[in-house]
C-alpha cells in the first residue's frame, strides 16, 4: 500500500471510530432522556396519589357527611347505607350446628360450625374454600345457583349417612349490594367485582339459591341472606361486644356498622327491640372530589365492566390494585425501552395480580429476584435491577394510597358514630368524656387485609396518624379469617336461639 493508501485508510479508520463514538452517546443522551421520561411518570403518580394527613381528613369528613346523607333519603347519597334486618347480634350463648355458604369475588367457601352455649365452645368443623370458576361470573343466575348446590351436595356428602336428622340451616354470605326486605331475603341491586349476570338484578338472592337447593332435594333452610362485612361483624360480636364496624378488603371492599335506628331517617317507624341495626354502607361506591384519582384509575373504570360505578372500591379492592400497577408499567413501558422491546402481556388487563404486587413489593431478596420472576411471567426478561426497584416502588405507591383511604374510610364511620374523639358531626353538644373514650372495636377481614403485610401496615399508620394517638388508644382492629362466613353462621344461630 502506498503512503498515500496508507494515510487514507488511517483517515478512515479515525472517521470511523468518531461516528461510532458519536452513535453510542447519542443513544447514551437518548437512553437518559428516556429514563428521565419514566422518572416523570413515576413523580407525577407520586403527586397525584399523595394522602398527606389534611387530605385524609377531607376525605374522612366526606364519608362522614356522606353516610348521613344516605341515611336521610333513598338516593340521598353514592352511599346507598342498606337495611340490614339484622337488629340482634351473636353474643356467645348459641348451640347448634350451622352452616354458611359464602360467595365472595374470587372464591366461594363452604363451613359447618358447631356451637356449645359457651364463647370458648365455637368449633368450625370443616371449611373449604373454592375459586369461583370463572365462566360462572357471566353465566346464567340458574347456572350459577346449581352450581352452588351442587356444591354444597357434595360438602354435606362428607359428613356420612344420619349425621343429621332435622333440615339444616343454612347462612347465605352474599358479597354484592341487595335491598333486603327481611334479613332472609333481599333483591340484587346490582353486581360488581366484574361479576355481569344481568337477568339476576332484582330477583332474590336467597330464594334463588332455595331454589337450587330444592331442585336438588337438599334438606337445607336458607335462614338468612348476609352480607359478608356483616358476617365479620358478627364474629366480631360474638367475641367482643365493643364491636361495631366491620370492613372486608378483598377483592373488592365494604364496610358496615351499628347504628341507632333512629338515626335512619330514610326508614321512619322502623322498630327493632335493641333500637339498633346493621347498616350495610356498600362503601365500595363511595366518591368524593378529594379522592386522590390518577390517569390510571380513570382509564381503569373506563374499560371495566361498571363504569362510573365502585370508585372507591377501584381504588382499595384487591381485584383493582394489581391493574393500577400494570397500567403505569405498561405507560413506562411506551416511552422507553426499559421493560425491552419483545411483545409482553402488559397490554393485557388484569394479567398482573394483586397477590403479584404484594409479592413483588415485599420481596428481600437483595437482586429483586422475585420481581425479576414476575416480570418474566409477563414476558418482561431480564430487567436490570434498577428498574426491579422502580417496580417495587410503583406498588408501594400504589398501595400506599390504597391503605391510607381505606384507613380515612374507616375513621369516617367512627366519626359518624362519635368514636372518632370528636363527638361527631352533628351533635357537639352530646362531646363528653366518656363518649370520647369509649373503646370501639373494628372488625376487619379479607384476603387483602389478610395477606398483604405492607397494605395493612399503611392502613393501621394511617388511622393513627388521622385519630391521634390518644384517642387510637380506644380503636382495636381485629382481624377476623374467615369471619364473614363464620359470622354469618353464627347470624343464623342467634335467630334460632
Ligand atoms: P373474596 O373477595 O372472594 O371473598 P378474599 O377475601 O379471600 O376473597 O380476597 C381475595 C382477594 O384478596 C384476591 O382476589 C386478592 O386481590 C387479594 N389477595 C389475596 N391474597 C393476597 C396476597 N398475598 N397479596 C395481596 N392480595 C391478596
Ligand atoms: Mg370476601
Known amino acids: 500500500m502506498g503512503k498515500v493508501a496508507v494515510a487514507f485508510a488511517a483517515a478512515a479508520a479515525v472517521i470511523v471510530s468518531c461516528s461510532v463514538a458519536a452513535v453510542m452517546v447519542g443513544r447514551r443522551v437518548k437512553s437518559r432522556r428516556k429514563w428521565r421520561g419514566v422518572v416523570e411518570i413515576l413523580k407525577e403518580l407520586e403527586e397525584a396519589c399523595d394522602t398527606p394527613v389534611g387530605r385524609l381528613r377531607q376525605v374522612v369528613d366526606a364519608v362522614a357527611v356522606e353516610m348521613h346523607a344516605g341515611l336521610a333519603s333513598e338516593g340521598g347519597s353514592k352511599l346507598k347505607m342498606l337495611l340490614t334486618f339484622v337488629h340482634h347480634l351473636p353474643i356467645g350463648t348459641e348451640k347448634g350446628t350451622y352452616y354458611a355458604l359464602h360467595l365472595g369475588g374470587t372464591y366461594f367457601r363452604i363451613l359447618r360450625v358447631l356451637l356449645g352455649g359457651e364463647r370458648s365452645y365455637l368449633d368450625v368443623q370443616d371449611v373449604e374454600r373454592h375459586p369461583i370458576p370463572s365462566h360462572l361470573m357471566n353465566s346464567t343466575s340458574e347456572v350459577l345457583f346449581n352450581f352452588l348446590a351442587f356444591s354444597l351436595e357434595r360438602f354435606i356428602e362428607k359428613e356420612g349417612n344420619g349425621s343429621s336428622s332435622s333440615q339444616r340451616e343454612l347462612a347465605f354470605t352474599f358479597s354484592f ?10 333483591a340484587l341491586i346490582k353486581w360488581t367485582k366484574g361479576f355481569e349476570i344481568s337477568e ?54 365494604n364496610a358496615c356498622y351499628l347504628e341507632r335506628t333512629d338515626a335512619i331517617i330514610k326508614s321512619q317507624g322502623l322498630l327493632t327491640t335493641s333500637g339498633s341495626m346493621v347498616v350495610n354502607m356498600e362503601w365500595g361506591n363511595f366518591w368524593s372530589s378529594h379522592l386522590p384519582r390518577t390517569s390510571y384509575d380513570i382509564d381503569l373504570d373506563a374499560e371495566s365492566s361498571n363504569p362510573n360505578d365502585m370508585g372507591f372500591e377501584k381504588m382499595i ?38 397477590n403479584s404486587v404484594s409479592a413483588m413489593h415485599e420481596d428481600d431478596t437483595p437482586e429483586l429476584q422475585e420481581v425479576a420472576r414476575i416480570l418474566k411471567d409477563l414476558g418482561v426478561s431480564d430487567v436490570p435491577l434498577k428498574v426491579r426497584k422502580l417496580v417495587v416502588k410503583i406498588c408501594d405507591v400504589v398501595t400506599r394510597r390504597a391503605g391510607r383511604l381505606a384507613a380515612a374510610g374507616i375513621a369516617g364511620i ?68 374467615d369471619g364473614s362466613s363464620i359470622g354469618s353462621a353464627l347470624l343464623v344461630a342467634s335467630l334460632q336461639s
Open 177 to 186: 349490594p341487595v335491598k333486603h326486605s327481611s334479613i332472609s331475603s333481599g
Open 200 to 253: 339476576m338484578v332484582g330477583k332474590d338472592v336467597a330464594e334463588c339459591l332455595q331454589g337450587a337447593l330444592n331442585r336438588r332435594s337438599l334438606d337445607m333452610h336458607v335462614a338468612a341472606l348476609v352480607n359478608d362485612t356483616v358476617g365479620a361483624l358478627s364474629l366480631g360480636y360474638y367475641h367482643d361486644p365493643d364491636t361495631v364496624v366491620a370492613v372486608v378488603f378483598g377483592t373488592g371492599s
Open 317 to 354: 379492592g384487591g381485584l383493582y390494585l394489581g391493574d393500577i400497577v400494570r397500567r403505569v408499567i405498561l405507560r413506562m413501558s411506551q416511552v422507553s425501552d426499559i421493560f425491552g422491546t419483545t411483545l409482553s402481556m402488559l397490554s393485557e388487563p388484569y394479567v398482573l395480580r394483586t
Open 414 to 481: 367512627l366519626k359518624k358514630i362519635g368514636r372518632d374523639g370528636s363527638g361527631g358531626i352533628t351533635s357537639v353538644r352530646s362531646r363528653s368524656e366518656t363518649q370520647m373514650q369509649k373503646r370501639t372495636v373494628v372488625a376487619v377481614e379479607g384476603g387483602l387485609y389478610m395477606n398483604y403485610t405492607m397494605f395493612r401496615e399503611y392502613m393501621e399508620e394511617a388511622l393513627v396518624e388521622i385519630l391521634g394517638e390518644e384517642v387510637s388508644q380506644y380503636v382495636v382492629v381485629k382481624a377476623m379469617e
